[in-house]
């Protein structure tokens, strides 16, 4: 196997010593960053903080309070609460947070190792690429717990690619329970394991999924049952949230004068209101499922590709289900660039790709908290925060449409290739004579 065959006569003592290096290099920026920039902004942690005493005290998750997010959110508040008490939480939290940021740059290293030629400068730069990116995202970084679910992915596509589905299965499970998302991954990573191993196979790894999602609720099954289950109503019940590409459409065509759109406050967030954006929220879920879905619909049907190439078509179908959640969803929120970030270095290509996910994070803080007050038309410069924000969104339109294509691969013209056709019009007159 490639993945692992590039990673031979790298013994135990190279590995420590790349390790080293990449918490180094992490540990250098982080304290530069949060020297200068802070540990972030917003109030969400001390929503946090209140759900963990909530949690902490014996009261019972969605039977005496009913917290927004899946079970699995629970515990990760709750450490902080144990480790640094209710002075000390913001900074205990913070602390947890970077505990997963680093655990996310290793696996970005370890990651991108994987089938890259021995000596390869590849998993450095994508080391340093996702250094930056989440330096870019730093408002949000370490006061919000989006980067959870993210690393949580990662490790399961590293497990996946390792060969270890039962542990892909668990993290993945975990992932979900923690935040829904990653749950929309599971048809791709069942389908993957079919192509290896048989459909029993894909049973057990689905199996495993369940396990880990039953053990980062397990706290909560006891008392709350079903009732795991309630804060769906809670989102169901949610409008256009005010950073998405569909309230950027509203709000365009409300500045153009074809809608009539207005910002209001409800849920903790902006949200735009409005005919257009009540029609917006009925198309949402179903779009969604779609967007998530079509990558891996398309990976699966066209898997005619081995070896490196075909675990990078998992992960450019991984990659563009992620964002096609993210684009049509009813919430797009600044924290869910955290989604993408540990993955973003694995799928950027060139200076153009690490340029472009630059962007990604450096637009996304722009917008909030610098532009946020113009963007909800509290202050002056809504055409300026308009801009920004549907610049991020388009680059997200963008990343998902390169990413959908790169899982789809080479199509077919009858018997021949694009790519071999682009062989054929490469090669000189005496190789086509070979040909």
């Known amino acids: 196997m490639r993945s692992q065959g590039s990673l031979a006569g790298r013994g135990p003592s ?34 946090y903080q209140q759900y963990a005493h909530q949690f902490g005290s014996g009261a019972g998750a969605y039977v005496d309070f009913q917290p927004e997010y899946p079970p699995g959110a629970l515990p990760v508040f709750l450490l902080p609460l144990l480790w640094g008490g209710a002075v000390g939480y913001a900074k205990a ?13 290793l696996l970005v290293f370890f990651t991108s190792r994987l089938g890259a030629p021995r000596g390869s400068v590849r998993p450095w730069l994508a080391c340093g690429l996702y250094i930056a990116i989440t330096a870019a995202l730093f408002p949000v970084l370490y006061t919000r717990f989006d980067l959870v679910p993210g690393t949580l992915v990662l490790a399961a596509i590293y497990c996946f690619r390792m060969r270890r589905p039962g542990w892909a299965g668990v993290f993945l499970g975990i992932a979900g329970c923690v935040k829904l998302w990653p749950f929309a991954l599971v048809p791709l990573f069942a389908a993957w394991e079919i192509k290896r191993k048989g459909f029993r196979h894909a049973v057990a790894a689905g199996l495993w999924v369940g396990v880990g999602a039953i053990v980062a609720a397990l706290p909560l099954l006891p008392r709350a049952e079903l009732g795991v289950f309630s804060f769906l109503k809670y989102h169901a019940a949610r409008g256009i949230q005010l950073e998405t590409t569909w309230a950027t459409v509203a709000l ?68 563009a289900s992620v964002l096609g959640f993210m684009i049509a969803g009813k919430v797009l929120s600044p924290q869910f660039m955290l989604w993408i970030a540990p ?13 472009f996910a630059l962007m990604v994070g450096a637009l996304t803080t722009a917008v909030y908290p610098y532009l946020s007050p113009a963007l909800e038309q509290r202050e002056p410069g809504h055409g300026w925060a308009l801009l920004a924000l549907g610049s991020r969104n388009l680059l997200l339109i963008g990343w998902y449409c390169a990413f959908f294509f790169r899982a789809l691969g080479p199509l077919k013209l009858g018997r021949w290739s694009l790519a071999r056709a682009h062989r054929l019009s490469a090669a000189t007159p005496s190789q086509h004579g070979n040909l």
Not at 93 to 105: G, H, N
Not at 272 to 281: I, S, T, Y
Not at 344 to 355: I, Q, R, S, T, Y
């Open 343 to 355: 993955l973003l270095p694995l799928a950027a290509e060139g200076p153009a790709g690490a340029f």
């Open 252 to 319: 365009i065509l409300n500045r153009i004068g074809i809608a009539n759109v207005q910002p209001e406050h409800n849920f903790g967030a902006f949200h735009v209101a409005g005919r257009l954006p009540a029609v917006f929220a009925t198309l949402s879920m179903p779009l969604t499922i779609l967007f998530a879905l079509a990558p891996q619909v398309v990976a699966i049907v066209r898997r005619l590709r081995q070896g490196e190439e075909r675990e990078r078509a998992f992960e450019h179908a991984a990659f």
């Open 14 to 47: 190279w590995e420590r010593f790349s390790g080293l290096l990449v918490l180094a290099l992490w540990g250098i920026a982080r304290a530069v960053q949060v020297k200068y920039l802070g540990t972030g902004v917003g109030f969400d942690v001390g929503l």
């Open 93 to 105: 939290f913070a602390a947890e947070m970077a505990c997963f940021d680093l655990a996310a740059c």
